[in-house]
């Protein structure tokens, strides 16, 4: 090979490097870790509510990062996850991957809390305000950009078991702060361990929650506008909803006492 073909050469095999280390999320060729998988590690009866049944509270979380790297987050004494599986997000597209996790204790029960990596460590980002009463629990549905301002809010069933508030949270700064509330909702059965009994999706062209009543008996589909949740439909169930809601293309399935029922947006009614 001539001179110029060695420079050639060389010159591609620099484009494909650079494409990999951008692809990567790397600056100068320095990447940063990314959170590929977390666990819950220690299971504990310190707390002792099981809303999920046992044994699911835990005292400690673990990330494994692409780089092979592992990080545990231990809660103090009064507190544990009070949780299935942590929950891998992304507020943003190109924002990193976080850990949305539920943490209870004894003096001011659930709140949900944001952790990540920061400083080559896993640090708590953002946490919302506790419920404020010890064994009350909530529920996430999920976590999407629901107003389109590229954005995405965090969505929860507050007290699901107890009149159920569906409150919508923003990330900022430390916190997690309630930016919307509608009541009437329950996504969780007591003592049971499925927590898929609600959604965030596109919902007939728009990102929509979509959430069971209090009964269970209905799919209530709600969107975020201007601060606030608005109702824009009501899907009813042939029985009350025992089970798990899944997306499948532009319907759910969701598991009801007289087996799974396809729910799409032509069955749902205006309120």
Not at 19 to 24: D, N, Q, S, Y
Not at 180 to 205: D, I, Q, T, V
Not at 214 to 220: G, Y
């Amino acid at each position: 090979m001539n001179v110029d073909g060695h420079i050639q050469a060389m010159t591609g095999f620099l484009k494909l490097l650079n494409v990999g280390v951008l692809a990567a999320g790397c600056v100068s060729g320095v990447c940063a870790e990314s959170i590929q998988t977390a666990a819950y590690r220690n299971p504990t009866e310190r707390y002792g509510h099981f809303a999920l049944g046992r044994p699911h509270e835990y005292a400690a979380l673990v990330v494994q990062t692409d780089t092979g790297q592992r990080h545990t987050w231990a809660l103090a004494e009064g507190e544990v996850f009070e949780d299935l599986t942590p929950r891998l997000v992304r507020f943003s597209a190109r924002g990193p991957v976080e850990v949305l996790t539920i943490v209870s204790s004894r003096s001011a029960g659930a709140r949900l809390v944001v952790l990540g990596l920061a400083n080559d460590r896993l640090r708590l980002l953002s946490q919302s305000q506790p419920i404020g009463t010890p064994m009350r629990w909530l529920n996430p549905v999920g976590v999407a950009d629901l107003d389109g301002d590229g954005v995405s809010e965090v969505a929860a069933v507050v007290t699901p078991h107890i009149g159920g508030l569906l409150t919508v949270y923003q990330k900022r700064g430390d916190d997690l702060v309630a930016l919307a509330k509608l009541p009437g909702f329950s996504n969780h059965r007591n003592g049971s361990s499925e927590l898929a009994m609600s959604a965030a999706l596109n919902w007939g062209g728009a990102m929509r929650l979509l959430v069971p009543d209090t009964e269970r008996r209905v799919l209530r589909v709600i969107a975020l506008r201007d601060g606030a949740l608005t109702e824009q439909g009501r899907c009813a169930l042939r029985e009350p909803m025992t089970g798990a809601m899944r997306v499948r293309g532009d319907h759910v399935l969701v598991q009801t006492g007289a087996g799974v029922q396809s729910v799409a947006p032509k069955d749902c009614s205006t309120p």
